[in-house]
């Protein structure tokens, strides 16, 4: 079982980057799934959330307005659109599956976290 996230990449402050998060192993249809970042010497942050039929979304207040998660369950790939980027949102980029049934802010709700995909972010 593996969650692979990919897309990051070097980008200008303002500028925008699409990630994507590919499940293999297993499907992960019937599961919300997050996206957290951590930046060099910080905890693990929580990003976006989605459930599993995209119906619902959930971001930290620093982004709304400005990054979309989004998922396609044919492919088992949920999205994080990154617009408006700032230096300050350098990080590793996790995915993962929620797999509790507390909040969804909450690092520990989730699990089958991926390797992570670098963002960074020029000013």
């Known amino acids: 079982v593996q969650l692979q996230a990919s897309g990051g990449g070097l980008v200008q402050a303002g500028g925008s980057l699409r990630l994507s998060c590919a499940a293999s192993?297993?499907?992960?249809?019937?599961?919300?799934m997050g996206w957290f970042r951590q930046a060099p010497g910080k905890e693990r942050e929580f990003v976006a959330g989605?459930?599993?039929?995209?119906?619902?979304?959930y971001y930290a207040d620093s982004v709304k307005g400005r990054f979309t998660i989004s998922r396609d369950n044919a492919k088992n790939t949920v999205y994080l659109q990154m617009n408006s980027l700032k230096p300050e949102e350098t990080a590793v980029y996790y995915c993962?599956?929620?797999?509790?049934?507390?909040?969804?802010?909450?690092?520990?709700?989730?699990?089958?976290w991926g390797q992570g995909t670098q963002v960074t972010v020029s000013s």
């Open positions: 192993g297993r499907t992960f249809s019937n599961n919300g």
């Open positions: 993962a599956a929620w797999i509790g049934g507390g909040s969804w802010y909450d690092v520990g709700e989730y699990d089958y």
């Open positions: 989605i459930n599993w039929n995209g119906g619902r979304t």
